[in-house]
């Protein structure tokens, strides 16, 4: 994806990703602290996340669970064989110094994901790394003049993927995002909620310039801390623009140890320099004493991959190959899992793929949302979806009347055909009965009969007219298809 500003000069935007993902357990990395967003300030610690000395740490085994699944997930080859190393650094939201981080034995290495470009088409980014960590906790700047710290999040299992920079777009990269939170969502490991901050970004971003057939990189640039898909998408945008003048005005290109790493202003709409020439960090890695390492057995690799559900992104392509879906549409039923599903054991139950699709595009998601649920917590029986879809399909009731069935099927345990007959909701497509009514109608109305067979110019008027009296009579609840075939029929 090259972008032509002359004939002398192109352009191609380099994006690569680091990805924080809180994985949902239910305590701490290495405590057994419960990990709670909202709860009052410091009220979730113990020594060991304070890190008091003399304490230990004992490893999660959930966390490592889940953490295997998305490397899974990720294509990544597991290691068999990992440990823990102690990351260095101070800041006042690590109270030991340190982060119990992997280095050199990731617990995934060299796996993909795809991401959905237009419609239909995918693209692979490659993932370099994806191991397993404790986060730190959080600074609040909220108390005026100083400011204080929050060591609830301090030592929360979080998972950390590293991308190579295959990504050309701040589109791209906010595809990966998305797509990441779906994939993370269906295997159920995170919550992956952006307001509550459990998926941060940061992007690594550079253009190749190609200016009277010399080739230049800008230096790279990282954006530190985004935690929302907009602020990624737009901080790419902005870097991608402003290297590039950057370029054009200085010609400032690539040199060793010239990568700088800025903030993104979410106001100003604007990337701002934090620190420049940022030099590799002396993070004084080495293995954790404090824990032994992991070795992970076959049997129970094959355990977890044997769980894996169909992912996301795949079962989007299979709704539109197989069933016809639009591209949207097949997104839509695809955002959760428990839609995906409620969708598929519709249509198993007999339902038409297209027509249960409308209903849970449409009334579903407008009563979910009002609700606050996903569609499969609904407590809708996917049966009674099937049998309303067939009710349409037959023409028993209309389209129209199927939107009030559906938000009564949310509270009440009844069928969709008793319901509709509670409702008065069921149409006349008995041909006989309706037979009888059009031949009543137009004995009544000599006059528009006229205009209709003279074929005069009142002709299309007077047809409507005529199957509105038909409607009248049956309180609207005569199948308007099947009456206007009769009326075609009787008026030839
Ligand atoms: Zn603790």
Redesign the pocket.
């Given at each position: 994806m090259k972008t032509k500003m002359s004939n002398d000069l192109q352009y191609k935007v380099i994006v690569g990703l680091e990805i924080h993902v809180q994985l949902c357990t239910r305590s701490?990395m290495f405590?057994?602290?419960a990990v709670e967003f909202g709860a009052e300030p410091n009220s979730?610690?113990?020594?060991?996340?304070?890190g008091m000395p003399g304490v230990l740490p004992v490893m999660n085994k959930q966390a490592l669970e889940y953490a295997v699944t998305v490397a899974l997930a990720l294509n990544c080859e597991v290691a068999k064989f990992t440990r823990w190393d102690r990351k260095s650094y101070y800041y006042p939201d690590l109270p030991k110094n340190y982060q119990i981080s992997q280095y050199d034995l990731p617990l995934g290495a060299k796996g993909f994901i795809e991401i959905p470009l237009e419609i239909g088409q995918t693209k692979k980014i490659r993932i370099i790394r994806a191991h397993l960590e404790e986060d730190a906790g959080k600074n609040l700047h909220t108390a005026g003049n100083f400011s204080q710290v929050d060591l609830n999040r301090t030592?929360t299992a979080l998972l950390e993927i590293v991308t190579e920079p295959d990504m050309n777009s701040g589109t791209e990269a906010r595809a990966l995002a998305v797509e990441l939170q779906r994939m993370v969502r269906f295997l159920g490991v995170s919550e992956a909620d952006m307001q509550k901050g459990h998926m941060r970004f940061e992007p690594n971003i550079n253009l190749i310039v190609t200016k009277d057939g010399s080739e230049y990189k800008t230096p790279i640039v990282e954006v530190k801390n985004l935690n929302s898909f907009r602020a990624l998408e737009r901080s790419i945008d902005y870097e991608a623009h402003r290297q590039l003048d950057e370029f054009l005005e200085t010609s400032r290109t690539m040199e060793m140890g010239n990568k700088s790493t800025r903030g993104w202003d979410d106001e100003k709409e604007q990337t701002i320099l934090q620190r420049e020439k940022e030099e590799a960090h002396d993070y004084r890695y080495f293995p954790e004493p404090d824990l032994v390492p992991v070795e992970l057995t076959e049997k129970w690799l094959s355990d977890i991959r044997s769980r894996l559900c169909e992912l996301p992104i795949k079962k989007q392509i299979r709704f539109v190959t197989d069933f016809g879906l639009s591209n949207y549409d097949a997104g839509v039923l695809t955002a959760e899992r428990s839609t995906a599903e409620f969708f598929e054991q519709a249509v198993k139950a007999g339902g038409d793929p297209k027509r249960v699709c409308n209903l849970l595009t449409q009334e579903g998601m407008r009563l979910a949302k009002e609700k606050g649920l996903s569609i499969g917590e609904l407590r809708i029986n996917p049966k009674h979806v099937a049998d309303l879809a067939k009710m349409v399909d037959k023409g028993d009731v209309s389209a129209s009347a199927s939107s009030s069935i559906f938000l009564n099927l949310s509270e009440s345990d009844k069928g969709p055909w008793a319901l509709a007959g509670e409702l008065n909701l069921i149409q006349k497509s008995d041909a006989g009965e309706l037979e009888k009514i059009v031949e009543q109608v137009l004995k009544e109305n000599p006059k528009a009969v006229e205009d209709v067979t003279s074929g005069s110019k009142k002709s299309k008027k007077a047809r409507g007219f005529l199957l509105g009296q038909v409607m009248q009579k049956t309180k609207g609840q005569a199948n308007p298809k099947i009456v206007s075939e009769i009326l075609s029929r009787k008026l030839s």
């Open positions: 701490k405590c057994g602290c979730r610690v113990c020594p060991v996340c304070l030592g």
